[in-house]
């Protein structure tokens, strides 16, 4: 009877045990990393994005585009300036300039250098943020011809024609210092300035030839009123034409 009844009873024992320890440790481990990986780094990553364009839309659409649509719009447009007085017309006469190579003008190349210095002094200040000039015109009304030579290897050498004229400009500046005197002085203030004047427009513009031989051209020489002051550079915009 021993035999018999003991072996079978000691087998279910050990067989219910061990399946018990063996189901319970993977229920663990899903448990913890199903609860990290899908609850926590999602949030994150979701979080972090709807902040980020949040910002960039803010400086981006608001503050770029206004500053430049503002700047580019005035400037492609050469719009006039908003200023208190708006538009003014003024006439200067006996203004003086030294032509040198060339002993005259004849009619041609009179109504070439009238046409020539109106539209100069009005392209200088095409893009120009202080000036705006609306309309230009000049009329040569004196000639001074040259009594010395007219040829020369330098400028210094030659003896100039010395023509003058009357312009008469409408404009408007924003800039409050700034004279007529200056703003019509400025285009031929320095060598590269005479240098466009003489090459782009007098001779690109000469079908007769009366400017073939001209080698340079001076300042503009304005005749200053009783009481007025002379300008000085420091007031005087900086551009190029």
Not at 39 to 55: A, G, I, K, W
Not at 106 to 129: C, K, R
Not at 205 to 229: K, R, W, Y
């Amino acid at each position: 009877l021993f035999p018999i009844g003991g072996i079978p009873t000691a087998s279910p024992i050990t067989a219910t045990i061990v399946p018990t320890l063996d189901v319970e440790r993977p229920s663990q481990q899903p448990t913890v990393s199903g609860t990290s990986n899908e609850t926590n780094v999602p949030t994150l990553d979701v979080e972090r994005p709807s902040q980020q364009p949040t910002v960039a839309g803010t400086s981006n659409e608001t503050n770029v585009p206004t500053v430049s649509s503002t700047s580019n719009s005035t400037n492609a447009t050469t719009s006039p300036p908003t200023v208190p007085g708006s538009f003014t017309t003024e006439v200067k006469s006996n203004v003086g300039q030294d032509l040198f190579g060339i002993p005259n003008l004849d009619p041609i190349s009179t109504d070439v250098y009238n046409i020539q210095t109106a539209a100069y002094i009005s392209a200088f200040y095409g893009e120009d943020p202080f000036v705006f000039v609306s309309t230009a015109l000049v009329s040569v009304t004196d000639e001074s011809i040259p009594i010395g030579p007219i040829e020369g290897s330098d400028c210094s050498q030659i003896d100039p024609l010395t023509v003058s004229f009357t312009i008469e400009m409408t404009y408007s500046t924003t800039n409050p210092v700034i004279t007529f005197d200056d703003i019509i002085k400025l285009p031929f203030s320095t060598p590269s300035f005479q240098d466009t004047f003489i090459n782009d427009y007098l001779r690109a513009n000469d079908a007769n030839g009366g400017f073939a031989s001209l080698q340079c051209v001076s300042e503009l020489m304005i005749p200053e009123s009783l009481g007025t002051i002379s300008p000085t550079e420091t007031s005087m915009p900086s551009t190029s034409p």
